[in-house]
C-alpha cells in the first residue's frame, strides 16, 4: 500500500537547513493499521504531509496506493483519505449538508453522495446529528465527522494525523474503537501518527517509531519491548540475602530485592513457589512491566512521556 525509499525533506528556516525527515524506507502492506510514533518535531507530520501529497518530498520516493506522489499525486488523492490535525469541517454548516458536499465534490451523485453520508453517520454514531451545525459538535462528535469525512469516498487508505490530541480519555477510547472497527469491517489501511504511549499500543499491531527524522524502531508492541526494554520485578522479602545467593542478578535495597529480567508475568509465579521453598517469606511482589516508554528511553536515552507533558 506505501512503498518509499529513502524519503527526505528539508526546510529552510532563517538561512538554516532543518532535515525534518532524513531518509525514510518504509513498506505498509494492504490492511495493516500502522502507528507512526514519535516526540514532537520527530518528523511524522511531515513524513505523513509527503505521503498525502500535501509536501513535496526533497529527495526520495514514494509510492501510495501504487501511485508515486511527485509523478501523480492527485491519482493518489483520489485513492487516499486524510485526517488532518485541524477540524476539515466547515463550521457552519450542518452535519449531513457538509458529508454530502463533501461526496459531490468527488464527483458523486447527490443521491449517492446521500447515501454515502448515511452509511458514515451510522459507522462513525453520527446518527440524530443531521441537523446540527458542525460547530456545535461536541470535540469527539467533531473528531469522528472528520474521519467520516476522511471516507466519503471509500478509501483504501486512510492517514489520520493526531486523531485524538486534545480529546478526553473517553472520547478517545470511543474513536479508537470506531478506527479499528471502520477497517475491520472496510477493509481499510490505516496509517496513523501519535504521541500518546497508549494509543499505539492500543490499537496498532505495528509501530514505527520515528525520532530526528528517521525510524529507530519498527515491530509490534510486544516485539518492541521484549527487544528494547526489561520488565522489573521487586519484592519486599524477610530474608534479602538469602534472596539475592538463590536468584541470579538480584540486587538488594533494604529490605527490597529487584530483578530485571525479560517476561516478569511468566517468570514470578515460578519465582514465589522457588521462594516458599526456601523459606523465605515474601510480604510483597511488584511487577513493573516494560513499556513502550521504556523503549524509547532505550533507544534514545530520553523519556517520550516526559516530552509529551512538556509539550
Ligand atoms: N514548514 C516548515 N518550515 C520549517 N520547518 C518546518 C516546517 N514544517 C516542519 N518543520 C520542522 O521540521 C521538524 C519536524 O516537524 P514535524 O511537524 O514533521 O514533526 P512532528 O513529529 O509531526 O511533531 P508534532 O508531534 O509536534 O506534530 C521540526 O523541527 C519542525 O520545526
Redesign the pocket.
Known amino acids: 500500500m506505501i512503498l518509499t525509499e529513502d524519503l527526505r525533506?528539508t526546510?529552510?528556516?532563517r538561512g538554516a537547513v532543518?532535515?525534518?525527515?532524513r531518509g525514510i524506507s518504509l513498506r505498509v502492506e494492504r490492511g495493516e493499521l500502522v502507528a507512526v510514533l514519535?516526540?514532537?518535531?520527530?518528523?511524522?507530520?511531515?513524513?505523513?504531509?509527503m505521503l498525502t501529497t500535501l509536501?513535496r518530498p526533497t529527495a526520495g520516493t514514494a509510492q501510495v496506493a501504487g501511485v508515486d506522489v511527485v509523478a501523480d499525486p492527485a491519482g493518489v488523492r483520489q485513492r487516499i483519505g486524510y485526517v488532518g490535525?485541524g477540524n476539515a469541517g466547515g463550521h457552519h454548516h450542518r452535519v449531513l449538508d457538509e458529508l454530502v458536499t463533501q461526496g459531490a465534490l468527488y464527483g458523486r451523485t447527490r443521491a449517492a453522495a446521500r447515501r454515502r453520508a448515511g452509511e458514515l453517520m451510522e459507522a462513525l454514531e453520527l446518527r440524530g446529528l443531521e441537523r446540527r451545525t458542525v460547530a456545535s459538535l461536541s470535540g469527539g462528535q467533531r473528531r469522528r465527522m472528520d474521519v467520516a469525512i476522511g471516507l466519503v469516498h471509500r478509501p483504501g487508505l486512510l492517514f489520520l494525523?493526531?486523531p485524538t490530541t486534545g480529546m478526553d480519555p473517553q472520547a478517545r477510547a470511543n474513536l479508537w474503537e470506531h478506527i479499528t472497527r471502520l477497517r475491520r469491517e472496510m477493509d481499510t489501511t490505516v496509517v496513523l501518527?501519535t504521541?500518546y504511549l497508549d494509543e499505539a499500543d492500543a490499537m496498532a499491531e505495528r509501530i514505527v517509531v520515528?525520532d530526528h527524522?528517521e525510524v529507530i524502531a519498527d515491530a509490534g508492541s510486544a516485539a518492541l519491548r521484549a527487544r528494547h526494554a526489561e520488565d522489573r520485578i521487586v519484592l519486599e522479602v524477610d530474608e534479602p540475602a538469602t534472596v539475592k545467593d538463590l536468584v541470579d542478578g538480584a540486587t538488594v535495597v533494604g529490605f527490597r530485592v529487584e530483578l530485571r529480567l525479560a517476561d516478569g508475568a511468566r517468570v514470578l509465579p515460578g519465582l514465589l513457589a522457588r521462594l516458599e521453598r526456601a523459606g523465605v517469606t515474601v510480604h510483597a511482589a511488584h511487577l513493573h512491566e516494560a513499556s513502550l516508554d521504556d523503549v524509547f528511553l532505550a533507544l534514545t536515552g530520553r523519556s517520550l512521556r516526559e516530552e509529551g507533558a512538556a509539550?
Open positions: 525533506r526546510f529552510r528556516r532543518v532535515e525534518a525527515v514519535g516526540p514532537n518535531g520527530a518528523g511524522k507530520s511531515t513524513l505523513l504531509r509536501l490535525q494525523d493526531e501518527t504521541h520515528v527524522g509539550a
